[in-house]
């Protein structure tokens, strides 16, 4: 397998892939949900309406406590800093840095009890001032100054990180994943026919993939119609065709997950999946994982941050690309990556320890 690393242009050296891995109910979906919430609210939050909550749950032990968020990334070239701090009903305080001889605000957004209103600094940021205070209560200021045209706005809200994980947890699989995919598939040639491709190739016994929009009238809209994968079959004599829900779980999942893969892919982006290998047979984490390390498919270094309970993944990549999960008497989550766990050689075989139990994060019974 390629090198999982790769140099971005600030110079650092960055992972393209972080696995997740614990016992059930030890927290590693909690751990890729802000990741997947922060990606929506700098980008999407704009859309809700105004009325609508922010989607945070505060933890149970804190409930009057607002969530606190705070993440860096390479963006356009340079290191940023995101800070957000919320409850459902507000954002109390956002900003956002840019590293240049160290950390300097681009813009400062803080609610002001006292007058009931945002007070919002900026530096080269480009919203007018009188609308950076209108900027509603549960939005960003990002999502909100891209809607006039801020250009960095716009470069930062663009679909950037891409998830099966909501609020609630990993989206279950339906049809309504089945239809969104092939909805996505139908408005990306170039995509469609890779995910065709490789799916074909992965001996699911699959020959090709073709969409169709097939009517499926509401009460609104007696017209509507959507779009529905259905899969091809060739045996020695003919070729025949079958709707996607009467393939295998497996092959509606891999068609699901390249959904999400592939733009991410494509842009440079991040892919933010809970319980990576659902319904996937093993020995085919490796060849979607290569997708990511292989420069000729992910030319724009996107990375990958997944919870797997297919732990043969600890064979595929290295110390500092595990994350370890588990909960401590207290029934708080605790996580940890595999390098900073003493006594780990780059040279173990981490599956074997781990399934051993020496690096804890394992069931107990």
């Not at 397998?1 to 790769?6: E, F, I, R, Y």
């Not at 609610?111 to 205070?133: H, M, N």
């Not at 909100?144 to 990993?170: E, H, K, S």
């Not at 959507?226 to 497996?250: D, I, Q, R, T």
Request: glycine residues 6%; contains cysteine.
């Amino acid at each position: 397998m390629t090198d999982w690393m790769c140099e971005v242009p600030t110079g650092e050296r960055v992972s393209k892939v972080l696995a997740v891995i614990g016992p059930n109910g030890s927290g590693k979906t909690a751990l890729l949900k802000p990741v997947a919430f922060l990606g929506w609210f700098i980008a999407q939050s704009f859309q809700s309406s105004p009325e609508a909550a922010i989607p945070v749950t505060p933890h149970f032990a804190a409930t009057d406590q607002p969530s606190e968020f705070e993440c860096e990334l390479d963006f356009d070239g340079k290191v940023w800093r995101y800070v957000l701090r919320c409850n459902q009903q507000r954002v109390i305080h956002e900003a956002l840095y840019q590293k240049r001889e160290r950390f300097s605000y681009v813009f400062v957004r803080d609610w002001d009890e006292a007058t009931s209103s945002y007070i919002v600094k900026q530096q080269d940021f480009g919203l007018a001032p009188q609308e950076a205070r209108k900027v509603r209560p549960n939005a960003s200021l990002i999502a909100t100054a891209a809607q006039y045209g801020v250009p960095l706005a716009q470069r930062m809200a663009a679909p950037y990180v891409v998830t099966n994980v909501n609020v609630f947890g990993r989206l279950p699989m339906d049809n309504g994943l089945l239809m969104a995919a092939a909805d996505h598939f139908s408005r990306s040639v170039g995509q469609h026919t890779h995910m065709e491709r490789l799916l074909a190739g992965w001996d699911l016994g699959l020959s090709g993939i073709t969409l169709e929009q097939v009517p499926a009238p509401t009460q609104d809209d007696p017209n509507r119609k959507v779009w529905m994968p259905f899969g091809k079959h060739k045996n020695k004599s003919s070729e025949f065709v079958l709707p996607f829900w009467a393939e295998s779980s497996g092959t509606q999942s891999a068609f699901v997950l390249l959904s999400r893969l592939l733009p991410a892919l494509e842009l440079g982006g991040l892919a933010v999946i809970d319980e990576f290998e659902n319904d996937l047979h093993p020995h085919m984490l490796e060849p979607i994982l290569e997708l990511f390390a292989n420069p000729a498919t992910n030319p724009h270094n996107a990375q990958i941050l997944f919870t797997c309970h297919a732990v043969e993944v600890l064979n595929l990549i290295h110390k500092s690309q595990v994350m370890l999960v588990q909960k401590n008497p207290e029934c708080e989550s605790m996580a940890c990556r595999l390098d900073a766990v003493s006594g780990v050689r780059n040279d173990d075989n981490f599956y074997a320890k781990y399934m051993a139990g020496a690096y804890g994060a394992v069931p107990e019974f």
